[in-house]
């Protein structure tokens, strides 16, 4: 059980806003931009580290400590933590957990991020939803406030960043049972890898494919149907990418999008998307599906939405799902074609499992029309 490796540097956060707080270094040494958010949930927080969709951000947990019952191999949902920096209160310097690999801070160090600690979180919070989201840097080898300032000012906008292509698979893979009776083609744009598994134990064939590939090379797997992942930036600059959702719906194929997915069905049916203030994310979101009138507590991560004027004017989209904290738009399925997709994250890691039921409809849409 490790001790925390930096707990003797200390270190700063500069906000956009000119917020400026001193605290103590976490992970490796150095300095780290990104657009500063925070997570609301209190455990997970391996699982949202290596999350992709998290490219380019600088995260803040809310639970008071985190680290306590350290870090495993099995618990990434990518190969590398994906956050650009780390703040938190209070982290812990023993964990708990016989099967764990490593503690955090060891784990932040191996993997280069470099963080910050000792800050009172709660305010901070409490700022960046007044203020909204925007760029900061953290460091623990600069303590001049003006240079801190003259970095920042280098790093750019989320608005209007394309990031999929830089978190995506280089190569195409497969995942699942070769033999399985249903395939499924999976366009990775950041993709979770229990995303994966819950297609795979629900008995399908995936080949998942690098961001920029076209319609016509998927459909050279012959799949029965197409899912478009979660990921980072913005959806609006993703031209490639709401080609291909409109190439797969001219197919007539059954069409699953989360997350990013979901803002590229609305993009590709003429719906815009738009900068939220401050974004959803955590595990502990309330969501109501209209169609059922049933509520379920997701898990989220997005800092862009669907314009809800928009989507209630389509005559070719529907509202299937809506969030009951701020009443936008979670979830939408086409009214003419076998296509449907969330905003939130139905696989759930973490968080409950309230809504893993949507795999089930999108493998039984599939199998009506295999």
Do not use: W
């Not at 690098?210 to 609006?236: L, R, V």
Request: aromatic share 8%.
């Amino acid at each position: 059980m490790s001790s925390l490796n930096h707990n003797h540097f200390s270190a700063a956060l500069l906000l956009q806003d000119g917020t400026f707080y001193k605290g103590k270094a976490l992970g490796k040494k150095g300095t780290s931009t990104g657009e500063i958010c925070f997570n609301t949930g209190m455990t997970g927080y391996q699982e949202v580290f290596t999350d992709p969709s998290y490219a380019g951000q600088t995260l803040i947990m809310n639970n008071c400590y985190i680290g306590n019952y350290g870090t495993r191999k099995e618990d990434r949902e990518s190969d590398s933590i994906k956050i650009s920096g780390l703040i938190c209160k209070n982290i812990s310097d023993q964990y708990f957990r016989p099967m764990a690999d490593a503690s955090l801070d060891d784990y932040l160090v191996k993997s280069n991020l470099t963080g910050i600690y000792d800050l009172d979180t709660r305010a901070l919070v409490t700022h960046i939803r007044s203020k909204g989201a925007m760029n900061c840097i953290i460091s623990s080898e600069i303590t001049d406030r003006d240079q801190l300032q003259a970095e920042l000012n280098k790093v750019p906008s989320m608005e209007g960043l394309e990031l999929s292509s830089k978190v995506s698979t280089r190569q195409i893979y497969k995942a699942g049972n070769p033999d399985a009776t249903y395939r499924i083609a999976v366009l990775d744009l950041g993709v979770k890898r229990n995303i994966l598994h819950c297609f795979t134990e629900r008995g399908a064939f995936l080949q998942i494919y690098p961001a920029k590939t076209t319609f016509e090379e998927m459909e050279k797997f012959a799949p029965h149907g197409y899912f478009i992942s979660n990921g980072p930036g913005d959806p609006a600059v993703m031209d490639y990418a709401i080609k291909t959702v409109k190439d797969i719906l001219s197919s007539e194929k059954p069409f699953f999008g989360i997350c990013l997915g979901h803002q590229l069905l609305a993009l590709a049916n003429g719906i815009p998307t738009f900068k939220m203030h401050h974004g959803h994310r955590g595990l502990n979101h309330p969501v109501k599906n209209v169609i059922t009138g049933k509520s379920e507590i997701t898990t989220q991560n997005h800092g862009f939405g669907i314009d809800p004027e928009a989507t209630r004017k389509s005559d070719t989209i529907e509202i299937t799902h809506v969030n009951l904290n701020d009443g936008s738009i979670e979830g939408i399925k086409l009214r003419n074609k076998p296509a449907f997709s969330v905003q939130y994250h139905p696989e759930s890691t973490p968080g409950p499992y309230d809504s893993r039921y949507l795999f089930d409809e999108f493998m039984n849409m599939i199998k009506m029309r295999a």
